[in-house]
């Protein structure tokens, strides 16, 4: 199966409208307090580091740049043609590779895996914004890109996010700045119960081999100066080699 239409095309004017300003973005925060905290939990479990590294739902490719610069093979995906089109323009010197995949679709994931071979796949946020019919589909594309060896990095907002999410959207004074943009077009984070992570990966074939929690770091701040950090649980999911 495929994401519908609605939800594709959600995305596109999302990242059309998107300014390409770096940190602009509700959840475009620097690579040193996302996926630099992200990969000291993943990099543990890496059977074997060489294998290309996927950053499935890429946008426009912040963390996809970092990864780059400590990977020998990076590709960022992402559902929507005009979040790539900022990450290409933000990597002029092409240190990553950039690809249009819908994750909900496993035979495009397999098409990618036939080209790629296994890889490692890093995933921030992706599966609490599709819609509930899409998140199987999700993990089985990525147990198709993962194949034998390669393993993936999942945080995903905590269900308890959803209260700070609400608290901010429902302001007297309305959104914050960078939060709007993502409600005006209808891509309001999902509750997702936190079980149902392991559950669609276990599903899939795959074996979580180890979970925490850690907060979500954004790039918007409260009226009095806090950072907006959501609180988030993170699985490193693979296949059995045992």
Known sequence: ?????????????????????????FWDAEPTLTAG??????????????????DLGCG???????FAERFPHVVGADLAAAALDHARRA??????????LDAADKAEAETLHAELGDANVYVRGVLHQCEPDDRQP???????????????????????????????AHRPDGPPAKLAPVLRHGLTPAAVPDEAVPEHLRAAGL????????????????????????????????????
């Open 1 to 25: 199966m495929s994401v519908t239409s609605r939800y594709r095309n959600a995305w596109e004017s999302f990242w059309n409208e998107a300014p390409a300003d770096r940190g602009a973005v």
């Open 91 to 100: 990597d002029p010197a092409g240190q990553a590779a950039y690809r249009q």
């Open 60 to 66: 426009n490719g912040t963390q996809t740049r970092y």
């Open 207 to 242: 074996t979580v081999l180890a979970s925490g929690e850690l907060p979500l770091v954004t790039t918007e701040y409260t009226p009095d100066g806090t950072r907006v950090q959501l609180p988030s649980t993170w699985v490193v999911a693979g296949r059995d080699l045992q």
């Open 37 to 54: 905290r992200h990969l000291a939990h993943f990099e543990p479990h890496l059977t074997d580091p060489g294998l290309p590294l996927i």
């Open 138 to 168: 999700l993990a089985d594309a990525l147990a198709a890109l993962l194949g034998a060896r390669g393993r993936a990095f999942l945080v995903e907002p905590a269900q308890s996010a959803g209260t700070v999410l609400a608290g901010l």
